[in-house]
């Protein structure tokens, strides 16, 4: 039951969710013109008709604001063929429901697309149904507020604002989304993605996120038409570049900024807005190689009362290896120097040779700090043995003819090491050598 993710745009126009329902216009019996409607069939697990299975039409753009608006849709019984028809449907995208009531096994068949002629629809295979826990925190309505299924009759009401909702009796498959919607005016959100439902099981989606008052829907394409990566990749963090509109109209130091994965559930997050060009850092759980990966950034907190949620984890997990992570956008005369290790493992750098400000300068993400390539670098008072297998990412801006190593470990934290191996070393040229011994005495590797 592949489904593709669609734009809820026309349902945030809306005035409100009771405006969005669509029941009008359909005729949900099998007599009128013959030659124009839907048609199908509808089977068991073993492949035989599936005879007396209720069979419902529903709008694409349907919303479920209550029970008798999804009691007035159009709706047919199979025959002992299994077979099902609408007639004089009018143009227009459709999917169809079936579910047989003697065992409650059910069918959904999506993005059908009715015309002038008769539209034939695949055979349709009931399964045995499941259901979708969703936590919600933040619901602003929970005495008309409910989760649904967009273009589909199922709901659950939202009981309490911080509550779990079982969305259930779900037929097998793929979802595209669900949406937490009420009947005043507040405008409906989506807060879940490419959702699973697997036969009499209870899969899980998070919706944290409906008291912020702005969201955007982002890709990260590792997939054939993007990075090309050739298996998927587990907890590696990502950089975005954030537009001034997401500072600006939100907290400004990005303390309300949020990232939700595909199901909903937040991601780690470290917003670097001290100087140059604001940047948000994320840790993926999963970057896929086979197709896009879906995240959403939310902003603008609305809620009653402080923000008092916390961003979980950390982008540069000691769990995924880091043993350390410098931005280096602090200035290096304050602190004494101190340059704070992003990680969480307490490796802070010292930025050594700068006695006055002034030293920094914007860099693609947030602020960077300039070297002389003399007398100014910047080292940890932790000491590394010797590691033979290691994983080291620099972002560095090279030009004017300069040259000079770029990374290395050395024997002391001071400008008076002696001895120094496993170096990335620039040429004035431009060409980077790496190197796991010391230079001679020209200064080469």
Not at 203 to 225: E, Q
Not at 265 to 293: F, I, K, N
Not at 309 to 325: E, H, L, Q, R
Request: net charge neutral; glycine share 12%; charged share 20%.
């Amino acid at each position: 039951m592949s489904r593709r993710i669609r734009s809820v745009a026309s349902l945030l126009a809306t005035a409100s969710l009771t405006a969005a329902v669509l029941v009008g216009c359909l005729a949900g019996s099998e007599t009128g013109n013959p030659s124009k409607g839907l048609t199908g069939r509808i089977q068991t697990l073993d492949g035989l008709p599936a005879a007396r299975t209720r069979v419902v039409l529903v709008p694409d753009g349907f919303v479920p604001a209550d029970a008798r608006s999804a009691a007035a849709l159009p709706a047919v019984t199979t025959d002992a063929n299994g077979k099902y028809a609408f007639r004089d449907v009018a143009s227009g995208r459709y999917n169809v429901e079936a579910i047989d009531p003697s065992d409650g096994t059910r069918a959904r068949a999506e993005g059908i697309m009715a015309g002038d002629s008769l539209v034939e629809i695949p055979t349709q295979t009931l399964g045995v149904p499941g259901s979708i826990a969703a936590a919600l925190q933040g619901a602003a309505d929970t005495l008309t507020g409910f989760i649904y299924l967009p273009g589909s009759t199922f709901r659950a009401a939202v009981r309490a604002s911080n509550s779990v909702v079982r969305l259930d009796s779900l037929p097998p498959g793929q979802i595209d989304s669900l949406v937490y919607g009420s009947a005043s005016s507040l405008p409906p959100r989506t807060f879940a993605w490419n959702l699973r439902v697997q036969p009499s099981a209870v899969d899980s989606a998070s919706g944290p996120f409906l008291a912020w008052r702005r969201s955007v829907a982002l890709t990260v394409d590792a997939g054939p038409a993007g990075a090309k990566l050739s298996a998927n990749v587990a907890g590696i963090p990502i950089r975005i570049a954030l537009p001034d509109s997401v500072l600006g109209s939100g907290a400004k130091d990005g303390s309300d900024l949020r990232v939700a994965n595909e199901q909903g559930a937040e991601l780690p997050c470290e917003v670097q807005s001290q100087g140059g060009s604001a940047a948000l850092w994320v840790r993926m759980d999963t970057v896929y190689a086979d197709r896009p990966t879906l995240i959403r950034l939310y902003w603008d907190y609305g809620g009653i009362g402080p923000l008092l949620a916390t961003k979980p984890g950390n982008v540069f997990s000691p769990a995924d290896g880091f043993a350390g992570a410098w931005h280096l956008d602090e200035d290096p005369s304050a602190n004494k120097g101190r340059l704070a290790d992003a990680s969480g493992q307490g490796n802070d750098g010292m930025a050594l040779g700068y006695t006055a400000s002034g030293s920094s300068e914007a860099g693609v993400a947030g602020s960077a700090l300039k070297f002389d390539g003399k007398s100014q670098f910047a080292g940890t008072k932790l000491a590394f043995d010797d590691p033979e297998a290691f994983t080291v990412l620099i972002w560095f801006r090279a030009g004017h003819g300069l040259g000079g190593r770029i990374f290395e470990f050395a024997d002391k934290d001071t400008s008076r090491a002696a001895y120094w191996d496993r170096l990335l070393h620039l040429y004035p040229d431009g060409t980077l050598h790496y190197g796991v011994f010391p230079p001679d005495s020209a200064g080469k590797p």
